[in-house]
């Protein structure tokens, strides 16, 4: 994947009818694939707490999803989404308020910045891609994830990938039409898998990013410091 590329998406919980509504939608199923992640923070959940999520996929390496501009605000989300191993370490640093640590691989790092395994799963994936009708062919194709983690939690998300924020108004309305096709409620929104999987395993950790939650505010105008855009 290039470089910082901005991941807008929407989860939507998906029913026994998903499948076969994608494909009347003229989406094509582009693999299955089952891989294990593993997701990293502080004790305290430093990373987290700041909106950032760091974790290592099997077979595909490191990635160190940031907060883009909307955040979490609305039933859609936007991350920049850090895969080259420099700009992880760089970027934890600076979140962690460990600058001059020093530079290495992500792996060599996690010792230093106090970072340590705080949930691992499988994850058995229908990856679909789809061009919606009328959409101008340099336009972003859509995206459709259909996950089942090992601990018997479904979740889909529709997503785009764009390079610019500019981009991502017009990838949005693409996916709430998408979502508005595939039959999602327009207010629904579904947990991440890792979410559940802190409520289930984790339920102090979990408590304590609820309260972060709460109390947080993202005003789209503010400019955030731990912010990876740009
Ligand atoms: C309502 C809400 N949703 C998401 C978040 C952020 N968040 C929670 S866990 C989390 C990290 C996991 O992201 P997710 O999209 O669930 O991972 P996955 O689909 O397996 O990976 P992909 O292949 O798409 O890269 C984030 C960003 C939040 N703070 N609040
Ligand atoms: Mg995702």
Request: glycine share 8%; charged share 25%.
């Amino acid at each position: 994947m290039a470089q910082g590329l901005i991941e807008v998406e929407r989860k939507f919980l998906p029913g026994p009818g998903t499948e076969e509504r994608l494909q009347e939608l003229g989406g094509t199923l582009e693999h299955r694939v089952t891989f294990r992640d593993t997701y990293y923070d502080t004790p305290e959940l430093s990373l987290m707490q700041a909106d950032h999520w760091l974790r290592r996929r099997e077979d595909s390496g490191w990635e160190l999803k940031c907060p883009g501009a909307a955040g979490v605000l609305g039933p859609h989300t936007e991350y920049k989404e850090l895969t080259a191993e420099p700009a992880i370490v760089a970027q934890l640093c600076k979140v962690l308020g460990a600058d001059g640590l020093g530079a290495g691989d992500v792996a060599a790092m996690l010792g230093p910045l106090g970072l340590q395994e705080v949930a691992s799963f499988v994850t058995k994936r229908s990856a679909w891609k789809l061009v919606l009708l009328g959409a101008d062919e340099e336009e972003p194709q859509l995206r459709v994830d259909l996950d089942t983690a090992d601990f018997g939690y479904a979740v889909g998300e529709v997503e785009a990938l764009v390079h610019e924020e500019a981009e991502v108004p017009t990838a949005l309305e693409k996916i709430h039409r998408l979502s508005s096709m595939l039959g999602v409620p327009a207010q629904e929104t579904a947990p991440a898998k890792l979410i559940v999987y802190l409520q289930r395993f984790r339920p102090q950790d979990y408590q304590r990013l609820l309260e972060v939650n709460s109390s947080r505010e993202r005003p789209q105008e503010t400019e955030d410091p731990d912010n990876c855009l740009g």
